[in-house]
Structure formats: structure tokens, C-alpha cells
Antibody, heavy 118, light 107 residues
Framework: EVQLVQSGAEVKKPGESLRISCKGA????????ISWVRQMPGKGLEWMGR????????DFSPSFQGHVTLSADKSISTAYLQWSSLKASDTATYYC???????????WGQGTLVTVSS | EILLTQSPGTLSLSPGEGASLSCRAS???????LAWYQQKNGQAPRLLIF???SRATGIPDRFSGSGSGTDFTLTIGRLEPEDFAVYYC?????????FGQGTKLEI
């Protein structure tokens, strides 16, 4: 079964750093880009960016460029989303998703809730 | 950036009825580049339709997609209780990929 398993919920303070993970299983991890999607509380889906795990090439939405970092470790089939200095406005659920043939997203990870509060 | 506008924002229907959800793009989207996702409360989104009209694996045939250019539709025939959720359209032809704001289908 193809699946993406994300790391658990995080509670952080403003200014702290954070890295969350997304581990692929059941398929060849380097054959598919991984996208990251933000969902703020009670709101819709926002595409943040994507990474090609085979070579770590990235592509960002202008709204998120420079605010987050994407990386991947193909040896352990894991992609990462990282912040160097969190803000309260980063509070959201973050999903990773496999991009099929550079197209639609399937499957999605279960989501990681990040709460940033002083 | 391609803006997707979904309507209505909320659709109130009963089990057994049919539903029609609209997704309008700010510029033309190739039919191969439009998907629909379903998100139930507290769950991750799930792919329903890709390439405008192709159902994903395991999706019942009461779900169908259609459209072209700037106007796309998700149709659900004979609603089941488990269909009440939020539905999002997405275009993946041009970066940045964009989602509609969602249509909530409620009982």
C-alpha cells in the first residue's frame, strides 16, 4: 500500500525552529515529487511548494518562498518541511502529498498540526 | 497565478438527492490539469477526480467530473451520508498550484 506517514503534532514558541517529516512507503520514493500543503484552522488548502527527492530540486509558491525550507533524504524515503523562526501565524495543519506524474496529489499524509504560541 | 472560485460556498441537501459543485478558473485550465478532492472533518484530503473526469481508485461511480476551459463541475448522484464533507478543486498545470476555497456539502 502506498502511504505517506507524517511526524506528530508540535507545540512551539514564536522564534523557535522546527522540522517536520513525511515518510513514504510502498513505492519508489525518488520517482515522485512531494508537495506540502498548509491548512490554517477552519480554512482551505494552500500549496506551499514541492521537492523532487531524487535530486532535491524545489519549486515554491511565491507566498512561501523564503519562509520555509524543503529537503529530502532519499536514503530513508523521507521529506522534510522546516522553519528557522516560527510565528504565531504558522499555526496550521501541514500535509504532504505525493504528486503523481507531475500532476494530481495522491495519496496525502495524515497531517501534522503545528501550534505556535507563547 | 490561476485563481479558482468554487460555488456555492455551502450546499445543504439530503441523502438521496443529487449535488452539483462548480469550480471556475480565472484563466483557461487544460482538462488534464484539474482535480477534485474530498475532505472530511479532521481527516486529510482524498483524491476523487483527476484530469477533470477520471475517477481515482476506489471512488464510487456516483461521483463524476466534467468541464473545460474555465468552468468545471463535480456531480454527485444520490448522496450517501458519508458524502457530506468539504470538496476542493485544484489546478496543477501551472505553478503555483492552486485550490479553490472549497464547497461544504452539509445535510
Amino acid at each position: 500500500e502506498v502511504q505517506l506517514v507524517q511526524s506528530g503534532a508540535e507545540v512551539k514558541k514564536p522564534g523557535e525552529s522546527l522540522r517536520i517529516s513525511c515518510k513514504g512507503a510502498g513505492y519508489k520514493f525518488t520517482n515522485y515529487w512531494i508537495s506540502w500543503v498548509r491548512q490554517m484552522p477552519g480554512k482551505g488548502l494552500e500549496w506551499m511548494g514541492r521537492i523532487d527527492p531524487s535530486n532535491s530540486n524545489t519549486d515554491f509558491s511565491p507566498s512561501f518562498q523564503g519562509h520555509v525550507t524543503l529537503s529530502a533524504d532519499k536514503s530513508i524515503s523521507t521529506a522534510y518541511l522546516q522553519w528557522s523562526s516560527l510565528k504565531a501565524s504558522d499555526t496550521a495543519t501541514y500535509y504532504c502529498a505525493r504528486q503523481v506524474s507531475l500532476n494530481w496529489f495522491d495519496p496525502w499524509g495524515q497531517g501534522t498540526l503545528v501550534t505556535v504560541s507563547s | 497565478e490561476i485563481l479558482l472560485t468554487q460555488s456555492p460556498g455551502t450546499l445543504s441537501l439530503s441523502p438521496g438527492e443529487g449535488a452539483s459543485l462548480s469550480c471556475r478558473a480565472s484563466q483557461s485550465v487544460a482538462t488534464r490539469n484539474l482535480a477534485w478532492y474530498q475532505q472530511k472533518n479532521g481527516q486529510a484530503p482524498r483524491l476523487l477526480i483527476f484530469g477533470t473526469s477520471s475517477r481515482a481508485t476506489g471512488i464510487p461511480d456516483r461521483f463524476s467530473g466534467s468541464g473545460s476551459g474555465t468552468d468545471f463541475t463535480l456531480t454527485i448522484g444520490r448522496l450517501e451520508p458519508e458524502d457530506f464533507a468539504v470538496y476542493y478543486c485544484q489546478q496543477y498545470g501551472n505553478s503555483p498550484y492552486t485550490f479553490g476555497q472549497g464547497t461544504k456539502l452539509e445535510i
